[in-house]
């Protein structure tokens, strides 16, 4: 069955420092998806990324990028020179393609990002 | 396009009370399913459908109902409320089921179960 696991609970940054929030990834599938999403703290699920389990590419867009390493099965990501407003819950999220699935995510369990000013 | 749309915000019920969370979306998404948020535990997925008519039960479905019976429409339904149902409920809808869509996400109800 197929699992994500985000083993930070809460973090906590000044701003301005980079930070990474890890994902971990489990699945039998060989077709697979993977996404983040922002949850601030007004409450909504805003999507950030997906990624296909066929493009390893590093992502970049402004301060925000993503590394997907399918040998360790992450898909972490990094957000540089941190802002006050980049506190949020973060979650990643799987689907797997062979079964259909975007309607099937299987979200971690979040991390809470706190930046400081 | 409004998205998705979710109503209540906010409702408190009483153990034993019924009532159905609504979800539409105006995106022509066949694809729409229902997730709760619980303190530490992520999002789970409780019910989804692939289009009118069908639906399926997802990894928490037990307590809830739902049907489809139009593409705008996935309203889910709490026969009797309990409180392990306090929660927060989220809609979400997708365009296509092969794994690669984006899923869009109501700003969800906070249901208070007493």
């Known amino acids: 069955a197929q699992k994500v696991t985000q083993a930070q609970t809460e973090i906590s940054v000044v701003e301005k420092e980079d930070v990474t929030l890890d994902c971990v990834y489990e699945?039998?599938?060989?077709?697979?998806?993977l996404f983040w999403y922002k949850q601030p703290p007004s409450g909504e699920l805003v999507f950030l990324i997906r990624?296909?389990?066929?493009?390893?590419q590093n992502e970049i867009s402004g301060r925000y990028s993503w590394n997907f390493q399918k040998s360790t099965s992450s898909f972490n990501f990094t957000i540089t020179a941190s802002q006050v407003v980049d506190s949020a819950v973060y979650f990643c999220?799987?689907?797997?393609?062979?079964?259909?699935?975007?309607?099937?995510?299987?979200f971690g369990k979040g991390t809470k990002l706190t930046v400081n000013p | 396009n409004a998205g998705v749309t979710q109503t209540p915000k906010f409702q408190v019920l009483k153990t034993g009370q019924s009532m159905t969370l609504q979800c539409a979306q105006d995106?022509?998404?066949?694809?729409m399913s229902w997730y709760r948020q619980d303190p530490g535990m992520g999002l789970r997925l409780i019910h989804y459908?692939?289009?009118?008519?069908?639906?399926d039960q997802g990894e928490v479905p037990n307590g809830y109902n739902v049907s489809r019976s139009t593409t705008e429409d996935f309203p889910l339904r709490l026969l009797s409320a309990a409180p392990s149902q306090t929660s927060v409920y989220f809609c979400?809808?997708?365009?296509?089921?092969?794994?690669?869509?984006?899923?869009?996400f109501g700003p969800g109800t906070r249901l208070l179960v007493l």
């Open positions: 979400a809808s997708t365009s296509g089921g092969s794994g690669q869509e984006t899923q869009y």
């Open positions: 699945t039998r599938d060989t077709t697979y998806y």
């Open positions: 990624r296909n389990s066929f493009d390893e």
């Open positions: 999220a799987l689907s797997e393609g062979s079964q259909g699935g975007s309607e099937k995510l299987v």
């Open positions: 995106m022509n998404h066949e694809y």
């Open positions: 459908s692939v289009g009118a008519g069908i639906t």
